[in-house]
């Protein structure tokens, strides 16, 4: 079990640096002037997101499911995991959500402005304070 809870929390910090740097890159892209810059920030956005955040998220539910079926019974009726899970799927829909505004990128479609990216870029630290607290203090 500690096994899985390593490379659990290995994938979780490789997910949230993903969705820590996308959407900086985004602020940046959003503010680039020459195409050179645009078309650099296409590939790396497309690389982060397919070839790191995907597979790592992919690896945190497979594993999260894993450490849930060594106590079921524990865990599915714990509240502080139910909150979690809830932020988790938040987390989802913010990487799928992620994964819309790259294809917007990609079709120079974006009419975001840089400052709107900066504020875009803040929301995943609230949820990953909020998953740390559950977790280690399970307070409910």
Not at 60 to 82: C, D, E
Not at 100 to 112: E, G, I
Not at 126 to 136: H, K, T
Request: proline share 4%; net charge positive.
């Amino acid at each position: 079990m500690l096994w899985v809870k390593a490379f659990h929390i290995i994938a979780v910090i490789t997910w949230f640096a993903g969705i820590f740097y996308l959407p900086r890159l985004y602020v940046y892209h959003a503010a680039a002037e020459d195409t050179a810059s645009r078309e650099r920030f296409k590939i790396m956005e497309r690389k982060l997101y397919r070839g790191i955040m995907w597979p790592s998220m992919v690896v945190v539910i497979a594993l999260g499911t894993w450490l849930i079926s060594f106590n079921p019974a524990y865990y599915l009726q714990s509240g502080w995991l139910h909150a979690k899970l809830a932020l988790v799927v938040l987390l989802v829909g913010y990487h799928l959500y992620c994964g819309k505004l790259n294809q917007m990128f990609k079709q120079d479609q974006n009419h975001r402005s840089h400052v709107w990216y900066r504020w875009f870029n803040e929301l995943p630290v609230f949820v990953l304070i909020a998953i740390v607290i559950l977790v280690v203090v399970r307070p409910f």
